[in-house]
């Protein structure tokens, strides 16, 4: 009978010492790391010359200057990229991410200077997108004032008296909160789109270039969330700029693909119109249900232009009303997603 040995370690080189020195601008201590594994997962230390035996190999950082950045990358950016490239192979190693998207700039921006290896990036990007509390500062303008906003789970908008509202996915408009009175938030609110337009448009530049696509997902999802009809939208005053030349010749084949497949395999086009009094109806997604409730009475009525195929949904004692589109015909939703699924992996298999 034949016993299989007993693993003690997860990490293969635990009894092996590191061999390679990190120097930063502002830090005194080097951070240690082993050339296996930054050669195996990055190509920062690809030439670095090996130092005569007796002496210590230094990887100096210390004047590395980040894209965009003013100051050299800081021994905590570095220090957060190697937790990152040792936990693909290391298994006791954690991984502590910033909640705030801006935060984890640094991390992206070093981790492609460093030509980190796909496998670890997409690790990082799924830590960040799977994140239900990452958010995205906004600055207001003057003073230094910002405001949080959460990537998945929210909703935000303007009332009727511009104060900027924020409303939980599941929950209805009722139970919003404000975030920003009228009084502080109107005189910066051309700005504030601005600034969110700005960020955005960055993030998914960077994002796609670095092929992060759950990070570009959850970009993308916001955005969505945020964009409706009427003054109500905080980003549709400046989203002309969100989608910018680079971005677009920077968005990742996969989700390139996956639009054009949903497009032609789910997507119909929107061709039915009607009017109907107050009927009862179901909200299947907790986007709809926060300006609805659920189930909830609404009416609905054409358009003003009664050739366009869209519907005006109105909801009793309230001053929100949101455009409703109807197709006829098309495949089954569980039928298109089979084959877009088949088509889209037989074609990223051939990239």
Known sequence: MSFKRKRETAFLLSDEDPDIFIKTADKDDLLPAHSKVLGLLSKVALDLPKAAVGSQTILDLSNVTLEGESVPVSGATVRLWLDCVYACIDSSRSIKLPNSLNDAKQLLLFADYAGTADVSLIKVAGALADNPRLSLTVPMGDQGRTVDLALSGSLYYLSSNNDLHHALMGNSLAQSGTLVSAADFLPRKEQFASSLCGLLEE???????????????????????????????????????????????????????????RQHLGCRNHDVSFTAQER???????????????????????????????????????????????????????????????????????Q
């Open 203 to 261: 993030w998914l530049y960077l994002a796609g270039r670095l092929e992060l696509v759950p990070l570009v997902q959850r970009l993308l999802d916001f955005i969505h969330t945020q964009l409706f009809p009427g003054g109500l939208s905080i980003c549709l005053a400046a989203m002309g700029s969100v989608f910018s030349p680079r971005v677009l010749h920077a968005m990742p084949r996969q989700l390139l693909l996956e639009s054009f497949l």
């Open 280 to 350: 009862e109806v179901n909200m299947l997604t907790p986007l709809s249900a926060v300006w609805f409730g659920n189930p909830c009475k609404v009416s609905a009525a054409p358009l003003d232009n009664p050739a366009e195929p869209v519907m005006v949904l109105k909801k009793p004692s309230s001053v929100v009303d949101h455009l409703a589109y109807v197709s006829v015909g098309g495949l089954r939703p569980e039928t298109s997603n089979r084959l877009m699924q088949e088509a889209l992996s037989k074609a990223l298999e051939e």
